[in-house]
T-cell receptor, first 116, second 109 residues
């Protein structure tokens, strides 16, 4: 398997622009997580999905952030409008169902976002 | 909510030395995992260890779930072990994984 795939790897945009980050989980994994990593706050869980349904979005910082998972193989995290304080590395991770794997949480390589 | 703490926050070792990293977690934590974030930012899963002991080469981990802690042992450290080590735990449903603040390890040649 190719692992968790994220795109883009790097994004530089200007304040006010819309940003869309994409994630393809490992095939057969039914839980998907979006994290944000900054020096100040570490790794923060933004939202997670189980069987394509958002279970907990309490970590989403504000209404400018939204996430979708239209099917088992694709998820997006959208920021609209973006602000400089959104600059961070955004990680996607996936997790297998009970009995469906080793129980390990696997991460993509991250999308580094810079908002000018 | 879930609480995950790690110690020490920073660790500097000479190549060849051994080390122990600690993770304390709250009652509601399950599915404990250890990760290594390398200097390029990649997060690599080292162990899924809800309880018991596992070993993988020079690394081993032990989780004592009844006492709410886990330990990561690194033996004969190498410069490539440098980076940040995180532990993370899920909630009662095994999800909602929360990460600790990490231990930054520097192994000097």
């Amino acid at each position: 398997d190719a692992g968790v795939i994220q795109s883009p790897r790097h994004e530089v945009t200007e304040m006010g622009q819309e940003v869309t980050l994409r994630c393809k989980p490992i095939s057969g994994h039914n839980s998907l997580f979006w994290y944000r990593q900054t020096m100040m706050r570490g790794l923060e869980l933004l939202i997670y999905f189980n069987n394509n349904v958002p279970i907990d979005d309490s970590g989403m910082p504000e209404d400018r952030f939204s996430a979708k998972m239209p099917n088992a193989s694709f998820s997006t995290l959208k920021i609209q409008p973006s602000e400089p304080r959104d600059s961070a590395v955004y990680f996607c991770a996936s997790w297998p169902p009970p009995g469906g794997g080793t129980g390990e949480l696997f991460f993509g390589e991250g999308s580094r976002l810079t908002v000018l | 909510g879930i609480q995950v703490e790690q110690s020490p926050p920073d660790l500097i070792l000479q190549e060849g030395a051994n080390s122990t990293l600690r993770c304390n977690f709250s009652d509601s934590v399950n599915n404990l995992q250890w990760f290594h974030q390398n200097p390029w930012g990649q997060l690599i899963n080292l162990f899924y260890i809800p309880s018991g002991t596992k070993q993988n080469g020079r690394l081993s981990a032990t989780t004592v779930a009844t006492e709410r802690y886990s330990l990561l042992y690194i033996s004969s450290s190498q410069t490539t072990d440098s980076g940040v080590y995180f532990c993370a735990g899920g909630d009662n449903y095994g999800q909602n994984f929360v990460f600790g603040p990490g231990t930054r390890l520097s192994v000097l040649p």
